[in-house]
């Protein structure tokens, strides 16, 4: 299985600049969700989903939109890159924590994104 | 005051050597703790799961809940040059989607 894959891994954009970043998932989960990671801050969620057509805000969303129109896809939108968003992306999915589950996250390999 | 706290390190230790790692966290609705492991320019994974305070152990690795303090750790026993990585603490109130992540604590175990 592939498991969780991002596209791209790496890209460099200027300032205004918009641009997708893309997010699947061949589990079959239904929880996925994005988050950014810099350094002395750890891992912060931007947005998450619940399941297809459901999608609500993290601690970090500013700046930043989602959809979620089939459950193996989370794409996620910068509408106009600035250089605070310059970070590594993860797209992270989930079974969830009903059934005794443990939550798990599974997470793509990221995304490092460079805004000039 | 973040929700989450973890001292980033770097932490060096020697082969063979008993590390302990922890956490401490405000937020009293958490129920749901993990660590995660991530390698140089991978993505984190699952290493450890507890749900209730105690303990739980896994080959070399323990993890220790202590809800009344709010304090979790993580100890690994015999280190291994294999187990140098950034350890991760999360938690969570019940979404499983909805995970709030220490800063990481940067390992390395020497020969």
């Known amino acids: 299985n592939a498991g969780v894959t991002q596209t791209p891994k790496f890209q460099v954009l200027k300032t205004g600049q918009s641009m997708t970043l893309q997010c699947a998932q061949d589990?079959?989960?239904?929880?996925m969700s994005w988050y950014r990671q810099d350094p002395g801050m750890g891992l912060r969620l931007i947005h998450y989903?619940?399941?297809?057509?459901?999608?609500d805000q993290g601690e970090v969303p500013n700046g930043y939109n989602v959809s979620r129109s089939t459950t193996e896809d989370f794409p996620l939108r910068l509408l106009s890159a600035a250089p605070s968003q310059t970070s590594v992306y993860f797209c992270a999915s989930s079974l969830g924590l009903a059934g005794g589950r443990t939550g798990e996250l599974f997470f793509g390999e990221g995304s490092r994104l460079t805004v000039l | 005051q973040k929700e989450v706290e973890q001292d980033p390190g770097p932490l060096s230790v020697p082969e063979g050597a008993i590390v302990s790692l922890n956490c401490t966290y405000s937020?009293?609705?958490?129920?749901?703790f993990m660590w995660y492991r991530q390698y140089s320019r991978k993505g984190p994974e699952l290493l450890m799961y507890t749900y209730s305070s105690g303990n739980k152990e896994d080959g070399r690795f323990t993890a220790q809940v202590d809800k009344s303090s709010k304090y979790i750790s993580l100890f690994i026993r015999d280190s291994q040059p294999s187990d140098s990585a950034t350890y991760l603490c999360a938690m969570c109130t019940g979404t499983a989607s909805k995970l709030t992540f220490g800063t990481g604590t940067r390992l390395q175990v020497t020969l």
């Open positions: 989903s619940v399941g297809a057509g459901i999608t």
């Open positions: 589990m079959n989960h239904e929880y």
């Open positions: 937020n009293s609705a958490f129920q749901y």
